[in-house]
């Protein structure tokens, strides 16, 4: 199993043009917006939203994905490892402000954690103290 959050995990796809098609035809032949949701297994508001877009732009594909590329360039990952190794303790904002500095690259803070997520760097806020002999 995958943990949701992980690189690896996978949007739900689209539903097919076929499926979208199948839906306005039905919706178009006089169907109540509930009568098509149910007949064919969607949301009475996806139902809606087809038509809606269908109206506006002539189509119900689906929009294109949104995902993007990282934010940062194997220079920017380089320069990010060489600011985490030299200090490890630097809040996302300090390695912003380095990368903007080092690397020339201005960055989010998000989009600091994200390419620390997926160059699995580690940073450590607080220094290991030693326990306590009495506790």
């Keep these: ?38 007949r064919f297994a969607v949301g009475e508001s996806t139902v809606r939203g087809w038509l809606r877009r269908e109206r506006r732009t002539g189509s119900a594909a689906p929009r294109p994905n949104r995902g993007g ?3 940062l360039d194997a220079a920017g990952d380089a320069a990010l490892r060489t600011l985490v190794a030299e200090r490890n303790d630097r809040t996302l904002a ?27 760097l580690r940073r450590k806020k607080k220094e290991p103290r030693p326990r306590r002999a009495d506790a």
């Design 94 to 120: 300090e390695l912003a402000a380095g990368l903007r500095e080092r690397a020339g690259v201005g960055v989010s803070v998000m989009a600091v954690w994200r390419a620390c997520e997926r160059l699995a």
């Design 1 to 38: 199993m995958v943990a949701p959050n992980s690189q690896e995990a996978e949007m739900a796809a689209a539903y097919s043009q076929d499926l979208r098609d199948r839906v306005l035809a039905a919706a178009h032949a006089g169907l109540t917006h509930g009568a098509v949701a149910r």
């Design 69 to 71: 590329r990282p934010k």
